[in-house]
């Protein structure tokens, strides 16, 4: 028992990271500057670019579900009547919707030259184009969760070696208080990882499957257009 108290006791400046010793200047004071510079700078930027995606995506979708009902619930009686000039005019209101987008893309071929080919191509041009637009930031959201855990695992190495060049340069009566320091740069930089990467993940899987929801009503929007003006 006596053995095992002296062990913990060693372990003091670890666990001073732990529980109730935590604080945010003791974590800060144990980076070292090429951790600092090289992981925990790029880390937070990432944070900032995960926050402002998030918001504008989200956002971003949100106009895009509201308008598109509203106009969709507009043009209805206008194709209906064959108003397809008002149509195209009301399309312009709504420009965050992914459905005037298509919608009026069609009409407008459906105007030129009144061939259902050129109206189908229309159709997919405007499918792709907006897709693009909606999926606009998503690929660096799943690079940050792709790239977050690597660069806190960076920080890992830098600390590990760090501890063993506190070891070497103490000589053979090296402890725990020696290295503490070193071993907590090692896990504070991965933990910060691995919290950057998680959000990602979540959040481009999330809008990702948004994406694919307007573009499947964008297809089948679409193909009840290409019957409409079809017939």
Known sequence: WRKTMISFSNLSPVLMFVGDGLSLYEVWKS???????LVIVPLFGMV???????????????????????YRNQVKKMLESGQHDDAINAGAKYPDSHLAAVITAGLKEKKASGKIDSIERAF???????????????????????????????????????A????????????????????????????????????????????????????????????????YLGK
């Open 48 to 70: 900032v670019f995960l926050v402002a995606i998030g918001i504008e995506r989200y956002l971003t979708y949100g106009k895009a579900s509201a308008s598109s009902i509203a």
């Open 31 to 37: 980076l070292s500057w090429l951790s600092l510079v």
């Open 124 to 162: 997919e041009r405007a499918i792709a184009v907006k897709t693009a637009d909606l999926k606009r930031g998503l690929a660096g959201l799943a690079t940050v969760g792709s790239t977050a855990p690597f660069v806190g695992l960076f920080g890992t190495v830098v600390g590990i070696i760090n």
């Open 164 to 227: 063993f060049v506190a070891l070497k340069s103490s000589g053979a009566a090296a402890g725990l208080e020696v290295v503490g320091g070193a071993i907590a740069e090692a896990l504070i930089t991965t933990a910060f990882g691995i919290v950057v990467a998680v959000p990602a993940v979540w959040l481009f899987n999330f809008f990702t499957s948004k994406v694919t929801a307007f573009g499947i009503e964008m297809e089948n929007v679409a193909s009840e257009m290409i019957d």
